[in-house]
């Protein structure tokens, strides 16, 4: 989690013992608590500060979370047909989540990986 895990999972012994809506309940209490340690404007700065030469989508994607952790904004929405906008904006690992609309049902499946 603390390394920008996207997902976590249980192994098969765990999810299929006698208590998997414990082991689950758990494991979610236990990335709560490490993501509430996460400095997420250290990571802005790492993220920023490696990325030279951007394009002019990563440039706008990468405002846009700098613009959403100084008005400690509850949400980042991002219109796109691919997915990409969304993705970029991820890599700059906003507190905020990120809502993606798109006309896709592709890339809205794509997304929810």
Do not use: H, W
Request: negative net charge.
């Amino acid at each position: 989690v603390l390394d920008g895990t996207d997902c976590v999972m249980l192994s098969g012994e765990t999810a299929a013992g006698d208590f998997p809506q414990n082991a689950v309940t758990i494991m979610r209490r236990i990335c709560e608590e490490a993501e509430a340690f996460i400095d997420y404007k250290s990571l802005y700065m790492q993220s920023s500060a490696s990325a030279a030469g951007v394009s002019s989508v990563e440039a706008v994607c990468a405002s846009a979370v700098k613009a959403a952790m100084d008005s400690k904004a509850a949400l980042i929405m991002a219109l796109t047909e691919t997915g990409c906008t969304a993705l970029m904006l991820a890599k700059y690992r906003p507190e905020a989540p990120i809502l993606a609309i798109s006309a896709s049902e592709t890339t809205i499946r794509q997304l929810l990986l």
